[in-house]
């Protein structure tokens, strides 16, 4: 039950996500589909580690699954790290580069 | 003809300046616009293949070594540029004849930023010269700025500020990059170099090389719209005319191809590469869908789409066979006239209603059938439904990521045209099927038949493309037999 209060308790959040304005029910159902999507694919995702080694893959997708399913709603917080904000853009830019440049300066012939 | 290879590039950048510098003859202005954007598909069309010289400094033969340097700045014209040269022009024509019969006094500035994207672009899929192309990505992203803050929607200046301050790490990130590259190599024209790494000349596990392909995918992430820059891309989109974000995703495509197929010959023969290509083009994928379910602005929502469609063209370079590329520059073919026609045909129905919010819309299909049934033919090709299109080039990524190993990128690719699916599906229930709303005024409220042109054009290349696809893919797949 507790799982099917949090999921229902995740539709009365989506109304904030689309505040100011009316929630329709073709808006809650797109984001409930993108809150699912969101999980599935990201899980998906983290079964390609397979290819590096299989106990590795099997931790990591345990533990996004886990992670991912125990901090729905996802979207709204989603949604908020990628707004309009400039200094979310430009923070999220130069924390890629600096993990893009200290992973290939230093790791890149690993792979 | 091969003297037609520069005229590519001369002829929207020529008619970018004399159109800026005449703008105030508006009937002259707009009689020149118009026959320039119906020769710019046409030139490629006409020209032969081969390489064109700047300067007649043909290749040097270096009698020591036995290997060949270019000297000269180089464009290669092959069927790969000739499609996508031809895809641009048309679009470029396209956009220009809706904007002329839009509006009766034409503005001389945004016609030369819309022919001067065009010629970057251009300059920037022929070019064999790395410097070169920075050059023109750098004069792309002015002109993608510009466009962005020329159109009268509300904080489109500010969307450009942002899209311009995030080019100026992107871009000296890049021109960094190439630096290094040129500090290696002694050399900015690709294939030299490409030969200088494949021939162990350069150590291509050195830090510096390395660090080169970090610089220049950080560049390449900023130009494509990949994440990070995601937001601000489709930002961009929804805050430029409705024509002009048509004009600005094929900008979009065109730079990301340009650039990765460059990468990829000079750091094909690194693993790390397809992997980070692969990684960022998921995420793409992922967010792009993703934010778009959530969206209420339908230009924003179109503007995520196209974002995460930009996931698969770099799925399929990323996984580095040749019928994987070929299926990814397909996409990118098929994204370009898609999106294209999506940007138009919502831009349509803001012309005819003012309002961008799905909540505020409904019942437009029974006063814009036409656009309506054109808007959701292209939509089913964005997800990828048979015979369109986009549905050949994403079952061909379906059938190369199971070729190469990956069912579970297959499987995500699978999700997500479903989820594409699924936020048309729900966007033209709410704009076009749904009741519409006592406040909505649709009565005498007529779209423009430029626009009905357009997009009847575009809905026509998706038909033929979903059912002729070997037409394409066939010279695409020669293209790519070349640079593997």
Known sequence: ?111 | MNELIPLMVIVPLMAALLISAFSKLNKVTKIFAFVVAICLPLIPLLSNYGLHYFGGYEPMLDNVTGIMYHPAITYSFTFLQQIIICAVGLLTFLVIFIYLTKYKKVSGPYLFLLFLGTAAVTAMILTDDIFHMFVFFEILALAQVGIVAASSIDFSYEMALKYMILGSIGSPIMLLGIGFLLALTGSVNVTDIALAVHTGLIDATSPVFLLSLALIFFGWLYASGLPPFHTIKSGIYSKAEPHGAALLQSFTVVSMISIVIIMFRIYSSLPIFEVLVVFFSILAMILGVSLALTQTDFRRMIGFLAVGELGFIGLGIGLGTNFSITAGLFQALNEIIITALLFIGFGAVVHATNEVDTRKLGGILAYHPKVSIMLLIGGLAMAGVPPLSGFQSKLMLVQASLSCGFPEISILAIMVSIATFVVFVKTYYTMFLKPKPNDLDLEGKEVPKSMVFAMGVLLIIIILLGIFPDVVTSGISNFVGGIL
């Open chain 1, 1 to 111: 039950m507790k799982l099917y209060d949090q999921i229902f308790d995740v539709v009365k959040q989506f109304r904030k996500l689309f505040s100011p304005g009316p929630v329709t029910n073709a808006d809650v159902s797109g984001s409930i589909t993108a809150e699912i999507f969101l999980i599935v694919s990201l899980v998906l995702s983290a079964i390609l580690l397979r290819h590096v080694n299989v106990l590795l893959a099997g931790l990591v997708t345990l533990i996004v699954a886990i992670l991912l399913i125990s901090n729905i709603p996802l979207i709204p917080k989603f949604k908020i790290e990628q707004e309009d904000s400039l200094e979310k853009m430009i923070f999220y830019a130069v924390l890629v580069l600096a993990l893009l440049v200290t992973f290939m300066y230093w790791g890149g012939n690993l792979v």
